[in-house]
């Protein structure tokens, strides 16, 4: 008797307290926003990823109203728009955000990246036209870096920029570019003609949709992340005002990297969402499901299973804020630990929902529930903002070229 | 027109309700609380009020524990210009009743001149439904209750639709007066990231209950507090003569 009521009580005080509660940790404002994060992921987005998934658009809609949340441009200056948000708290909203369907906050990503990079090192003239749009989703940004013949080998690229006067002209192709087709402001990294060879040598562009010369490849057909077009950008002779050059000439690549930093944690921050998701989720269905005769949360094999893939959220959230954190302060450790919360948790938040996946047996695989679509939309955040094995070089050079800390 | 907006922190109504082990109430530590969403409703209703210029100004009140701050952040968020805190210890607010916060309600309203009081028709977590009326009887304030539609009744008069089971109740109340919102009045807006930040800056001021001088004794007490009783399983009968008997033998059916 005594027995059956330390259990009874326990399975009571298992019902608060839930130590996955993605705001455990969060001091008051950072709660506040996921807060108003989780109500938008779980009214406007969550009841329709399934069909956002099927039809392969961009929810226009949907984004207008997250514009109007502010989710447009959340960590730029309030002065053009911005929401003056933290990195930590932008990681915290799209965590949530992720819950309601991965590939769309993945793509509010992307856009806030660009347009921290417009904020960041862009002239005032761009910052006063560009934001204030993009904070409001009327102009969706993509960013424009991967090429055909040039992935993780980034400083190769081979689309080239010669100035003529007041304006440069672009010839060459991107690939893998989210939101192409769509979006209004692409930002282009490129070699400039006659300019230092390498990474030294790339600029950043700006390059309106209908610009002449511009024009877009098929859409792909993609495994997931399919709520955003991806398309290859081929440029012809694409005439692109001086004045919409970010950055000095040769920062391009500088610009590029800054903004990838904060690309990774986003997109570890939204493997996260679809981690958290998926488990508790499988939470919910080991409780109820019955074999044997018994629910399938009584079994040793899934509590020990659970125990894993919780644990292992766990150490990708921490080490995803972790890095927010080091990136808001500007810490000179900043690319080692973004580079690591994006190889941690996009690797480990993949095996959480692979695992909550399993646990839901064959109705797993079935695409009436969620678990399949989170599992084929956090897959490619292992390839993208720097494949999980570039983090690993990046890493490994950054260990082996700095001072260690106990020297002998 | 001055508005009073009295928000609630609530037990989230997703949480599944837990009574305690020692039967005195439910649990509510740990547990996600929330505006309760009928104050939302009345709060959405008085914020827009606001943007149509019929209402100057709308002040968010709520009577509890050192929590209830969160909820008036909330308001604050959602279009709140100011905000009361009346305090209370967490175990004083665990016995409030409707009486208590009418009486606060009205010596908040005595004592800043409003115009009108909003409520939500009912808290979800005691479902009492009593506050707006109560305060209506001690201000001797006229009373829209259930409101489903508020609009502007020309002359210092407001015109409520209320839902009622034959249909549509239309009344014209005069200013100065109390509302309850029901369910269908509005959907309430989100808090938005720049009105989150900005609700910050706004005045939320803290009132210990005793400056107010009420007395907070309660009326009640509560025995107990049981979860409801679990569904017992049925059993399966021979054929329907025997299915008849059974319902004859427990008098669902006349003998």
Partial sequence: MLLRNIVTRGLQLRNFSYCLNPAVGLDTDARDVLTAANEFAKKEMYPKMAEWDKKGELPMDVLKKAGDMGFGAMYCNGAFGGSDLTRLQASVIFEQLSMGCVSTAAYISIHNMCAWMVDTFGSEELKGTLIP??????????????????????????????????????NGSKAFISGAGTSDYYFVMMKLDGGEPGAKGIICLMIPKDTEGFS??????????????TRILTFEDVKVPVKNQIGKDGFGFKIAMEGLNGGRVNIASCSLGAAQRSLDLAIEHLKYRKQFGKTLSEFQYNQFKLAELATKLITSRLIVRAAAEQLENNDPEKVAMCAMAKLHATDNCFEVVNGALQMFGGYGFLKDYPIQQYLRDIRVHQILEGTNEMMRLLIGRDLLTKEIFWKS | MKILVGVKRVVDYAVKIRVKPDRSGVVTEGVQHSMNPFDEIALEEAVKLKEKKIATE???????????????????????????????SDDEAAKLESFHVAKALQKIVEHEKFDAVFLGKQAIDDDSSQTAPMLAGLLDWPQALYASKVEDGGSGHMKVTREIDGGLDTIKVKVPFVLSADLRLNEPRYATLPNIMKAKKKPLKAIPIKDLGIDITPQTETIEVTEPPVRQAGGFVEDVSALVAKLKEKGFVKA
Avoid at chain 2, 61 to 82: H, M, N, Q, Y
């Fill in chain 2, 58 to 88: 709308v002040i968010a009140f709520s009577l509890g524990g050192p929590k209830s701050s969160e909820v008036l952040r909330t308001a604050l968020a959602k279009g709140a210009d100011k905000a009361i805190h009346v305090q209370v």
């Fill in chain 1, 133 to 170: 749009e993009m904070a409001k989703f009327e102009k969706l940004g993509s960013y424009c870096l991967t090429e055909p013949d040039a992935g993780s080998d980034a400083a190769s690229i081979r689309t080239t920029a010669t100035k003529k006067g007041d304006y440069y002209v672009v």
């Fill in chain 1, 216 to 229: 877009f490849g098929k859409k792909e057909d993609k495994l997931g992340w399919n709520s955003q077009p």
